[in-house]
């Protein structure tokens, strides 16, 4: 689109480019305000010659009474195009100057302020033809009314861009202001919570229904959806593992194993140090998008674990081990919490951490066979098989590779074993991708709840303590009087509100501790933080919770989102997070809630034609459609009985215990002397205790 075309395309919507996301700064010619942040991101732009704020009532109130447009560019410390657009843009002086000039410059960390760039993003989607993505870059009125939004764009468009603005904003307000009013109101009324207006029946029916229409969007050669980019959504394959359970449909479990084979074999998983990339950029999960996230690695933890206890395959087995001795060595603080990502550059170029030339691999290894096994086994390509350099790829046909050079299995394991494990030492000393070092709540939640599936998987001891340490220190450093929660922690600094998702992820985090120690505390704990959100998030007049809370300064909507994404919507975890706290407290307001607002989602789960968008609702249908077990286990032999009972996957079941009945409902009067026994039960009603951890399984599987 033309910037001259604009009043006319903004009537029907508009926008723009395809993007991803980065940034990074050298120079300390120029200093603004963001040099008092502690954001990475925020840094990366503290010396750039634009004068950028960072969003607050500072950067507001001179908007105003400068009567200027303001700028917001959103992005994230380890988005390729935010550093792509930075170094273009943002670095230049004669685009600062034009900022500086006609325009208040905002920079926003999305992951520090989600709730801003949902407004933004919601924006950008309501007036977009194209894609929206980051870095986002609104133009907005003085009271914050978005008027326009686009995603990257090139030094000559951006350019252009900021001049038709500073003009039209001098010629034609009026325009501006009508415009920026009906944005304002399409972003509130997408962003309204609906009401409940009659109750729905629940059916088994609705499940499958959902289940069916993933399988018909489903790339069955190579795993995941249809189309590319690929992002590995875990959520939507942990319904399909726990829907294959429960009805023992096969081709569920068929596609996500398909999906789970394809992205650990892939590019997008890193076959030398572990860890996942954020997405894959080709629909064979063979080129990624580089960067480290903490929110996918820690549900793909949660997801591999998970297919471990399904299958007893050992390769998911292995993958959820790599994977936390990456977050345990590039990922973890030294009090225990977990950073936010791993950009996707280094030395200037995206991926070249972790990509190499056949020249870089033999200066390591040697001009011998293992070389050369390694290359053929990681399909490398003479001119490279991206970009001129080599992502390793696992070959698919590993018996041509053992048939040419004449090798066992085990011998070729031990090859590419050692192989690895030298060129990761080389890598080692390569520059490394830059590191956001604050720490999110709900990623932080999100990671403990992966050691803790983790350990029910694997039982390896230094997992669940990895889970209860980043536990105590959320709750020392995050965790507020009358459980008030806040967002970020950095350089021994905890700031800003939390919102839903915050609350949602660590309530449900404090369950799965409590799951894997039986400690009391961890109940407690989540039911104060539940108490606080549907105090101060709770919709007047639906069951849905806003995204911020009502003590946080106004922006122009409250928004509700409800839509599940790579990361599950604040409301379907807190919906789950409520059923499980009400089942372990006994307590049917918080249970009802949750059904409540399931049973508000339920038309929009039948009817849609995109189920991705609704898999942790469905999650959450399940569990009330097939009841959840509550599983006690009481009896000084009660942590042998646990571990035994969860290295097997058990979707519907949650358990409670320990050596004495503690204080919980659920357990009273099942304390025999001497003995210790498995309590199966289904709403307080139990059958007969057993001993033996088969014999609990099978009562539960007879109860389906």
């Given at each position: 689109m033309r910037i001259s075309e604009w009043p006319r395309f903004c009537l029907f919507g508009l926008l723009v480019l395809l993007a991803s996301c980065g940034g990074s700064n050298q120079a300390h010619k120029h200093t603004n305000a963001l040099v008092n942040e502690n954001s990475p991101y925020l840094l990366q732009h503290a010396h750039n010659p634009v004068n950028w704020y960072p969003w607050g009532a500072e950067a507001l109130q001179k908007a105003k009474e400068e009567d200027k447009l303001i700028v917001i560019s959103v992005g994230y410390a380890a988005c390729h195009w935010c550093h792509v657009m930075e170094h273009e843009s943002f670095e230049d002086s004669t685009v600062a100057r034009i900022m500086n000039e006609n325009f208040v410059a905002i920079k926003v960390d999305r992951e520090e302020r989600p709730d801003v760039d949902n407004i933004y993003m919601t924006a950008c989607q309501l007036a977009a033809e194209g894609g929206c993505g980051w870095p986002l870059n609104a133009f907005a009125l003085p009271n914050g009314q978005p008027v326009w939004a686009g995603t990257y764009f090139p030094k000559k468009e951006w350019l252009e861009v900021l001049k038709y603005f500073a003009d039209l904003y001098q010629t034609d307000r009026d325009k501006l202001e009508e415009y920026g009013q009906l944005l304002a109101e399409g972003i509130q009324s997408v962003s309204r919570p609906k009401p409940l207006e009659e109750s729905s029946e629940l059916s088994p029916d609705a499940l499958q229904t959902g289940a069916s229409a993933i399988l018909e969007q489903a790339d069955l050669q190579f795993g995941g959806l249809k189309g590319a980019p690929k992002f590995p959504l875990p959520s939507v394959f942990r319904f399909l593992l726990r829907q294959h359970v429960l009805t023992g449909q096969d081709s569920l479990l068929r596609f996500a194993t398909t999906t789970l084979d394809a992205m650990m074999s892939g590019g997008l998983y890193d076959h030398l140090g572990g860890g996942f990339a954020r997405y894959s950029t080709d629909t064979q999960w063979e080129v990624p998008h580089f960067e480290k996230m903490l929110y996918d690695n820690a549900q793909l933890?949660?997801?591999?674990?998970?297919?471990?206890?399904?299958?007893?395959?050992?390769?998911?087995?292995?993958?959820?081990?790599?994977?936390?001795?990456?977050?345990?060595?590039?990922?973890?603080?030294?009090?225990?919490?977990?950073?936010?990502?791993?950009?996707?550059?280094?030395?200037?170029?995206e991926g070249r951490f972790y990509t190499w030339t056949a020249e870089e691999v033999t200066a390591v290894l040697g001009e011998g066979q293992a070389a050369r096994v390694f290359m053929d086994y990681y399909s490398f390509r003479p001119g490279g098989n991206w970009e001129g350099r080599n992502i390793l790829i696992r070959e698919k046909n590993v018996q041509k590779i053992l048939d040419e050079y004449k090798l066992s299995s085990s011998e070729l394991s031990q090859t590419i074993a050692d192989a690895g494990s030298k060129l990761f030492t080389a890598r080692a000393k390569r520059p490394r991708?830059?590191?956001?070092?604050?720490?999110?709540?709900?990623?932080?939640?999100?990671?403990?709840?992966?050691?803790?599936?983790?350990?029910?998987?694997?039982?390896?001891?230094?997992?669940?303590?990895?889970?209860?340490?980043?536990?105590?220190?959320?709750?020392?450093?995050?965790?507020?009087?009358?459980g008030r929660i806040l967002r970020t922690y950095k350089d021994g600094q905890a700031k800003i509100n939390g919102f839903l998702d915050d609350y949602a992820f660590t309530i449900e985090a404090f369950l799965d501790l409590y799951a894997i120690t039986f400690e009391e505390k961890w109940l407690e704990r989540a039911e104060a933080l539940a108490q606080y959100a549907l105090k101060h998030f709770s919709a007047e007049d639906s069951p849905m919770l806003y995204y911020t809370s009502d003590l946080d300064p106004a922006l122009i909507a409250r928004t509700a989102k409800t839509e599940d994404n790579v990361i599950p919507s604040g409301n379907s975890a807190m919906g789950r997070a409520l059923l499980h706290l009400g089942t372990y407290l006994y307590d049917t307001t918080y249970t009802q809630r949750a059904r409540h607002m399931l049973q508000r989602m339920v038309g929009e789960i039948e009817e849609t034609t995109a189920p991705s968008y609704f898999s942790n609702w469905m999650n959450l249908y399940s569990e009330l459609t097939y009841p959840l077990y509550e599983v006690a286990i009481v009896g000084e032999a009660f942590a042998e009985r646990r571990q035994a009972l969860q290295q097997?996957?058990?979707?519907?079941?949650?358990?409670?215990?320990?050596?004495?009945?503690?204080?919980?409902?659920?357990?009273?009067?099942?304390?025999?002397?001497?003995?210790?026994?498995?309590?199966?039960?289904?709403?307080?009603?139990?059958?007969?205790?057993?001993?033996?951890?088969?014999?609990?399984?099978?009562?539960?599987?007879?109860?389906?």
């Open positions: 933890v949660s997801l591999y674990s998970e297919a471990y206890q399904l299958t007893g395959e050992e390769a998911y087995k292995t993958v959820t081990e790599e994977t936390l001795e990456f977050i345990a060595r590039e990922m973890t603080s030294p009090e225990g919490g977990f950073y936010s990502s791993l950009d996707a550059d280094s030395e200037g170029d991708p830059g590191l956001d070092d604050k720490q999110v709540t709900s990623w932080n939640a999100m990671m403990i709840s992966g050691y803790a599936h983790a350990f029910q998987a694997l039982q390896t001891p230094g997992y669940r303590d990895a889970a209860v340490r980043a536990g105590e220190l959320l709750q020392e450093k995050l965790v507020q009087d009358e097997h996957y058990l979707p519907n079941a949650l358990f409670l215990g320990g050596a004495d009945e503690g204080s919980l409902e659920l357990l009273k009067g099942k304390l025999q002397e001497g003995e210790t026994f498995i309590y199966v039960c289904q709403n307080k009603v139990c059958q007969l205790p057993v001993q033996d951890a088969q014999a609990a399984i099978q009562q539960m599987r007879r109860g389906r």
